[in-house]
């Protein structure tokens, strides 16, 4: 959820677990020293909203051929910007949370919400303060949805398979970057890791630029969601959503370094994982809606297998597990451990107004081959 519309010691101890493992050498307390800007990653193509009409093969994205995703991301591709100095302390605290797309749940279906005993509600628990190193590959996403109006999402460093050490790649919600259908990308999108790492921004204190962005701010540059979300996503969830995940590149205007070189690490993704027997999952954003206010990073530690949520049966499946998390939280990632490290599963798509339970989408074969088809084209 981004937050204008979207959305126990010993299982946080777990989940501290988890992401501790993604640090690859990160300093706990120091930032990294500023360094010569480097060149903008090109993007390709424009803000349309009409272009080239969908196969019939759309429901089996991973049988599209190279060209048949070049064209695509040539008709659908994102218009670069420069904004350094526009993500200030005053637009950051007063962006509004994204909220998690809230679930049409009159329309899922195989199994029907008569059928689905959702998770209970787990009471999203606070990061203590200062974030440890692991946790520095979370942070907020900012972006501009109208004229005089900022909001504010979730995402996740993710391991670039091209570039294996240097990644720039951010994971979030489809809907926290593009309007859907008929629509186009959203503007200003910049990525801000490890928000209000040290809490210096906590119960409402006013903080600086550098405390609340201890690691910078990361422009979007180059951005992927499935062409199923630009062909039909909406306000509310429904079978779009089961697509509803993106992938964006982002560069420093003050820094020479990768981003994962700056925060310490990255996690990778884990595609086609076996949600149906994963026990333990754990995810994570910076709800913006009340009773949460945007500045601290929470996190729901479920014990429990996920719960199918369907909307279209031809579609890979969403999962559930109980969440308290609010707007804002929208796009945030679904850790589970995978040979002993954290691996990113889902991430935020959809909830409901009671704040009882999110869903993500599984990220399967369509997902990731859109994802190395994206990896290859920003080098």
């Not at 014990?303 to 929208?330: F, H, Q, W």
Request: aromatic share 8%; proline share 8%; with cysteine.
């Amino acid at each position: 959820m981004p937050s204008t519309h979207r959305r126990s010691a010993a299982a946080a101890a777990a989940l501290l677990t988890v992401l501790a493992l993604a640090a690859t050498g990160c300093n706990d307390d120091t930032a990294p020293q500023a360094a010569p800007p480097p060149s903008p990653a090109v993007a390709s193509g424009s803000a349309g909203k009409g272009g080239i009409k969908l196969p019939d093969s759309l429901k089996d994205l991973k049988n599209w051929s190279a060209d048949d995703l070049a064209n695509w991301a040539k008709e659908h591709g994102f218009k670069p910007e420069v904004l350094k100095g526009y993500w200030d302390q005053v637009r950051m605290e007063t962006a509004k949370g994204v909220r998690p797309k809230e679930a049409n749940i009159a329309t899922a279906k195989s199994p029907s919400r008569s059928e689905v005993q959702l998770p209970p509600a787990i009471p999203a628990a606070a990061e203590k303060h200062p974030y440890s190193p692991g946790t520095a590959v979370v942070g907020k996403i900012f972006l501009s949805v109208g004229p005089n109006s900022d909001a504010e999402c979730s995402g996740t460093v993710v391991t670039d398979p091209a570039n294996p050490g240097r990644s720039n790649l951010v994971w979030t919600a489809a809907h926290c970057v593009h309007e859907g259908k008929d629509g186009s990308w959203f503007k200003k999108i910049s990525f801000v890791p490890s928000y209000n790492r040290t809490g210096a921004a906590s119960g409402g204190r006013r903080a600086t630029l550098e405390q609340l962005a201890p690691y910078g701010v990361w422009t979007m540059d180059a951005g992927y969601v499935s062409p199923q979300w630009v062909q039909e996503g909406s306000e509310k969830g429904g079978p779009a959503s089961q697509f509803d995940f993106a992938v964006f590149h982002v560069h420093s205007e003050d820094s020479a370094r990768s981003l994962e070189e700056t925060v310490g690490g990255s996690v990778p993704v884990w595609f086609n994982a076996p949600t149906a027997t994963i026990g333990a999952v754990s995810a994570y954003g910076y709800p913006a809606e009340a009773p949460f206010d945007g500045r601290e990073l929470e996190h729901c530690d479920s014990r429990i297998k996920l719960t199918p949520y369907v909307y279209d049966a031809e579609r890979p499946p969403m999962n559930a597990m109980g969440c308290t998390m609010t707007g804002g939280s929208s796009g945030g990632g679904w850790f589970a451990q995978r040979d002993g490290r954290p691996a990113l599963i889902s991430n935020t798509s959809v909830g409901n107004d009671q704040a009882t339970f999110l869903a993500g989408p599984t990220l399967g074969a369509d997902a990731q081959k859109g994802f190395e088809y994206f990896s290859r084209q920003v080098h």
